[in-house]
């Protein structure tokens, strides 16, 4: 069974940056898409940053510019760089994979445990 692992979070001050990863915890056949959300206190879970099965990458307008999603196929591992920080963009994210796990086989999604982001003003 695949896990996500979610590392990278943490504070940081406005202005700052930070480098998110979701790596999955057992060698796979490859990442179909991506999907970075994130929940901030008190509020609904919002999408950040996407990669399609195509390959076109897709942002939240909040996060526009600033936000950039990459993956690493041979570490089976997403990235979400995030520069330019702002304290509205204080939430815990968390990562959703589309995972095939092996040649041939379905594909199915998982979700990281979520990494707390803090950034102070």
């Known amino acids: 069974q695949v896990q996500l692992v979610e590392s990278g979070g943490g504070l940081v001050q406005a202005g700052g940056s930070l480098r998110l990863s979701c790596a999955a915890s057992?060698?796979?056949?490859?990442?179909?898409?991506a999907i970075w959300y994130r929940q901030a206190p008190g509020k609904q879970r919002e999408w950040v940053a996407a990669?399609?099965?195509?390959?076109?990458?897709n942002y939240a307008d909040s996060v526009k510019g600033r936000f950039a999603i990459s993956r690493d196929n041979a570490q089976d591992t997403v990235y979400l760089q995030m520069d330019n920080l702002k304290p509205e963009d204080t939430a815990v994210y968390y990562c959703n994979l589309e995972i095939r796990q092996s040649i041939g086989g379905r594909k199915q999604s998982y979700w990281g445990q979520g990494t707390q982001v803090t950034v102070s003003s």
């Open positions: 990669f399609t099965s195509g390959g076109a990458t």
């Open positions: 057992t060698t796979i056949f490859s990442i179909n898409a």
